[in-house]
């Protein structure tokens, strides 16, 4: 059997149109949906898919094959961001820390947006709240800001306030 590559990667698409709530549904494959719906036979509904091309639509559903959209490999960020590292042989899901610390610190607005739209909001969150042990206090106002948090939600301040500072 082929394997399918990333840019034929479709999902399944099933509206229900006499249900209210759930009327969305978002199965892997049509096999995956007939063996849930057995209602529904799947070389009729493969057959019918696959010829015309068009979604299949009666009074209670339609059903129709639609791609997966990808993320790009790396966000649009500038190589200036990171200029002590080899900008095209990063690793940008390992170093995700590294690249959301160094765009709350160093970053535009714009930048920051493209940081979101590449890992998602929850997920800088989750590393600000979980993840990231230092920012500057400028940054740690900055993420605050715009995350709507409170310092006591980042794992740096927390880190910073258990730390004793040396007096001279």
Not at 97 to 105: A, D, L, N
Request: charged share 30%; net charge positive.
């Amino acid at each position: 059997m082929q394997e399918q590559t990333d840019q034929n990667r479709r999902v399944l698409v099933v509206q229900w149109k006499k249900l209210a709530e759930h009327s969305l549904e978002v199965f892997s494959s049509l096999k995956n949906f007939c063996e849930n719906h057995p209602a529904y036979n799947y070389n009729t509904l493969n057959n019918y898919l696959s010829k015309r091309k068009i979604p299949f639509e009666n009074d209670e559903i339609r059903i129709e094959r639609k791609p997966v959209q990808q993320r790009s490999a790396k966000p649009d960020l500038p190589k200036h961001l990171f200029w002590e590292f080899d900008y095209d042989k990063m690793d940008w899901q390992r170093s995700y820390r590294t690249v959301i610390e160094r765009v709350i610190e160093r970053g535009l607005p714009a930048e920051w947006e493209a940081m979101i739209n590449f890992y998602t909001r929850n997920r800088v969150i989750s590393a600000l709240t979980e993840d990231i042990p230092y920012l500057t206090d400028h940054g740690m106002e900055a993420a605050c800001t715009y995350f709507q948090l409170s310092k006591t939600q980042l794992k740096c301040y927390t880190r910073k306030q258990l730390r004793q500072e040396h007096w001279n």
